[in-house]
């Protein structure tokens, strides 16, 4: 039973039939509580949205000017925040289903509601809408607490060894345009901007000399400096990640014909995000002032992936990372944090 003193329900339903919107009006009215807009095609259904609020569209799915799914994702992109029910034909019973797949709240078959089950309909949808809203919500913010967590522990390596300040947050601006150049899935490109911004978190195990000393280590001090790879992915295999983080880290110093470490795997053994963080961190390690030496320069990164490309290397990483780097040099390195991937 609705609140009597809540405000009118604003409804907005399109629907071509006069006969067929009559009876829905006649409907609610019956059942109380609605304010109702009525729009007889999905052009001046769209130019009412642009100028006016509404709670809810109850849309009619062979309208003139759009029938089947094609009204639905019209009225959807018009109005996404809007619950949206469908009014199907008798028989159609399949076609209200598809609806629902493709984002509405729930369907109504035509010639066979009271005004009960319309009513109720109606106000179902809006509160699973709502839910849904309140889901997305949350999962924004735990995406965004759960990001700020990473840079922070990113930042505790960095604060730690200067010789990698801005390393990590570098490698992940590199790595994420990289993916983006490659068309990966937007949540993939997620984890690759996770996975990047503390690929080298193993470092915290390995004393700052060994890795600001200029000239060769020795092989026991190499060996440590090499741990970090398992080590970092040991620290965060407890992690239940909604990406293969452990492995980006424990895979970033492989190389696809296997002369990497730690495991020495070789070519599609290595998972593709690993095969990115190893391009986008020698192109930022090259290109980068160390505290030993000054950069080597953007040149002598690209002359070392494209001369390894094929053997170290995945070769398309390599054409994507030239053609980021053709198109925006050395801007892909900016002093802000990384561009956020769409999903974040
Ligand atoms: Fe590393």
């Known amino acids: 039973m609705r609140d009597p003193h809540a405000p009118p ?21 019956e059942y109380g509580g609605f304010e109702i807009t009525w729009r007889n095609s999905l052009a001046s259904a769209k130019a009412w949205l642009a100028e006016n609020g509404v709670d809810v569209v ?24 809007v619950p949206l029910i ?3 034909g008798l028989n159609d019973e399949e076609v209200g289903m598809k609806a629902v797949k493709h984002g509405c709240q729930d369907y109504l078959i035509k010639g066979s509601c009271d005004a009960q089950l319309i009513g109720r309909t109606i106000l179902y949808a809006i509160e699973r809408k709502a839910i849904e809203r309140e889901r997305l919500q949350a999962t924004a913010q735990m995406k965004k607490v759960l990001l700020q967590t990473v840079r922070a522990v990113s930042l505790t390596l960095e604060i730690r060894d200067p010789y990698t300040a801005g390393h ?22 997620e984890g690759l901007h996770t996975g990047a911004l503390i690929h080298d978190l193993g470092k915290i195990n390995v004393p700052s000399d060994f890795l600001t000393r200029p000239g060769a280590l020795s092989a026991a001090a190499f060996d440590v400096v090499r741990s970090h790879a398992e080590v970092g992915a040991e620290i965060v295999d407890g992690i239940d990640f909604p990406w293969p983080v452990a492995q980006m880290i424990r895979q970033h110093h492989e190389r696809i014909d296997g002369t990497g470490y730690p495991a020495g795997l070789k070519g599609d053994a290595i998972i593709p995000e690993a095969r990115i963080l190893a391009v986008a961190d020698v192109v930022e390690a090259i290109s980068s002032h160390r505290p030993y030496r000054p950069s080597l320069g953007i040149d002598a990164a690209l002359a070392e992936i494209t001369r390894f490309a094929g053997s170290k290397y995945d070769p398309e990483v390599v054409a994507a990372c030239v053609a980021v780097i053709a198109a925006n040099g050395n801007q892909v390195f900016c002093d802000d944090d990384p561009p956020m991937p769409p999903g974040l």
Do not use: F, W, Y
């Open 58 to 81: 109850l849309l009619d799915l062979s309208l003139p000017d759009g029938t089947g799914m094609a009204t639905v994702d019209a009225m959807r992109a018009a109005a996404p925040d």
């Open 9 to 29: 329900i604003r409804l907005l339903l399109v629907e071509d039939n006069p006969g067929d919107a009559r009876l829905i009006e006649t409907l609610l009215a």
């Open 168 to 189: 990590q947050r570098r490698v992940a601006q590199l790595a994420v345009a990289i993916g983006q150049k490659l068309g990966l899935a937007e949540h993939v490109i």
């Open 86 to 88: 469908v009014n199907t």
